[in-house]
T-cell receptor, first 117, second 117 residues
Framework: GAVVSQHPSRVICKSGTSVKIECRSLDFQATTMFWYRQFPKKSLMLMATSNEGSKATYEQGVEKDKFLINHASLTLSTLTVTSAHPEDSSFYIC?????????????FGPGTRLTVT | AQSVTQLDSHVSVSEGTPVLLRCNYSSSYSPSLFWYVQHPNKGLQLLLKYTSAATLVKGINGFEAEFKKSETSFHLTKPSAHMSDAAEYFCVVSVSDRGSTLGRLYFGRGTQLTVWP
């Protein structure tokens, strides 16, 4: 149980285009989903927290107009990188937390490798 | 404030020898602590978690960790390393944010474990 999927697993796009990444909780409902970014040989950086049906909360320094997050249902959150540039190339990982829950365990997706050329 | 310090960026062991990955945390509140493992280009897999129950926590694949409040440590150990254990390991702390229940995760920088044959 507690499986989170991401699609696509890898994507290459041209500079200036937008790309959408989907995060789905397959066997549980997730009231809260998180989006992380991981640079090579670095730890995970929290980008934003999204609660179903409300606006995402972005971390300091993350551009909300560039990284659009939608959490339209209890099993799906999307991250859209708008007007992508090469510096946006990274490994993006989502996680989902079942709700309601007494612990703060998050289940992670397998990640999406984005390459902007 | 919450933070996690993984004392070693790289650890190398021979197959069949013990593994010790060190982690110290700082938390203003009672923490939940986790160890996650990440294989190359993969998402994160939960190894084990501490959530204020038994201080010695057993996880998957023979790993265990001991919560020591007096030392603010949560070191990860395994009696005998396997080649398949080679991966990146993250120590993570989670608490309720003040005035919030988002349960944000705070990641250590990671420890790369190499296992020699």
């Amino acid at each position: 149980g507690a499986v989170v999927s991401q699609h696509p697993s890898r994507v290459i796009c041209k500079s200036g285009t937008s790309v959408k990444i989907e995060c789905r909780s397959l066997d549980f409902q997730a009231t809260t989903m998180f989006w992380y970014r991981q640079f090579p040989k670095k730890s995970l950086m929290l980008m934003a927290t999204s609660n179903e049906g409300s606006k995402a909360t972005y971390e300091q320094g993350v551009e909300k107009d560039k990284f659009l997050i939608n959490h339209a249902s209890l099993t799906l959150s999307t991250l859209t990188v708008t007007s992508a540039h090469p510096e946006d190339s990274s490994f993006y990982i989502c996680s989902a937390r079942p709700g309601p829950t007494l612990t703060y365990e998050q289940y992670f997706g397998p990640g999406t490798r984005l390459t902007v050329t | 404030a919450q933070s996690v310090t993984q004392l070693d960026s790289h650890v190398s062991v021979s197959e069949g020898t013990p593994v010790l990955l060190r982690c110290n945390y700082s938390s203003s509140y009672s923490p939940s602590l986790f160890w996650y493992v990440q294989h190359p280009n993969k998402g994160l897999q939960l190894l084990l978690k501490y959530t204020s129950a038994a201080t010695l926590v057993k996880g998957i694949n023979g790993f265990e960790a001991e919560f020591k409040k007096s030392e603010t440590s949560f070191h990860l150990t395994k009696p005998s390393a396997h080649m398949s254990d080679a991966a990146e390991y993250f120590c993570v702390v989670s608490v309720s944010d003040r005035g919030s229940t988002l349960g944000r995760l705070y990641f250590g920088r990671g420890t790369q474990l190499t296992v020699w044959p």
